[in-house]
């Protein structure tokens, strides 16, 4: 079945390195969004990018969708505590039901930093 | 932006007793909402696919008596998981989106303890 894949699982950095989570589609995606997860709190909508090779920032935030529209890559510069949390991407399924498209999320990555 | 409202925030029931999530959208009609599943520290598991005014979609494994989905509104869906067991614990997390394509705009979650 369709999967999308995430690694790493877990990453420990120092405030002010660099961060970079990497996603990878059994099968090639319309678009591929990402979503942050603080802890305790819910999934909030980051990006969403289309086109092929398209790279997107937000302030410290640079993501990537591949030239074959199957992995993504979101790399965070000079990380905060502010950025601490999960990072999942997630495409759409290749089964619409009812008309309705749903996401296949991959298993996101949980980012802490040590101040 | 848009707004999506989930209550309870935290309930905490007895084992054998019936429990109602709610799912709003607060500024936007929402024909297709989605309900999650979220164990600690992994990644969102899809439960069901709750179109307004139809019968929801619920994804292999999900046991349809036992977590009921009614979406009686554009803007309104319920979770009612029945007959809750301890093995029920869980954070339940609903999205909803505007369009068919749009990003998916989560609820707060749900975090439901049975006893």
């Known amino acids: 079945g369709q999967q999308v894949m995430q690694i790493p699982q877990y990453q420990h950095v120092q405030e002010g390195e660099d961060f970079t989570t990497y996603c990878n589609s059994s099968?090639?995606?319309?678009?591929i969004q990402w979503y942050k997860q603080r802890p305790g709190g819910h999934p909030v909508f980051l990006i969403q990018l289309v086109k092929s090779g398209e790279v997107k920032k937000q302030k410290r935030l640079t993501f990537q969708f591949g030239e074959a529209k199957k992995n993504s890559s979101l790399h965070i510069t000079a990380t905060q505590t502010t950025d601490v949390g999960t990072y999942f991407c997630?495409?759409?399924?290749?089964?619409?039901?009812?008309?309705?498209?749903?996401?296949?999320f991959g298993q996101g990555t949980r980012l802490t930093i040590n101040p | 932006g848009a707004v999506v409202s989930q209550h309870p925030s935290r309930v905490i029931c007895k084992s054998g007793t019936s429990v109602k999530i709610e799912c709003r959208s607060l500024d936007f009609q929402a024909t297709t909402m989605f309900w999650y599943r979220q164990f600690p520290k992994q990644s969102l598991m899809l439960m069901a696919t709750s179109n307004e005014g139809s019968k929801a979609t619920y994804e292999q494994g999900v046991e349809k008596d036992k977590f009921l989905i009614n979406h009686a509104s554009l803007t309104l869906s319920t979770l009612t998981v029945t007959s809750a067991h301890p093995e029920d614990s869980s954070f339940y997390i609903c999205s909803a989106r505007e369009t068919y394509n749009s990003p998916l705009h989560f609820g707060n979650g749900t975090r439901l303890t049975v006893t």
């Open positions: 997630a495409g759409p399924s290749l089964y619409a039901i009812q008309g309705a498209q749903k996401l296949v």
């Open positions: 099968t090639t995606l319309s678009n």
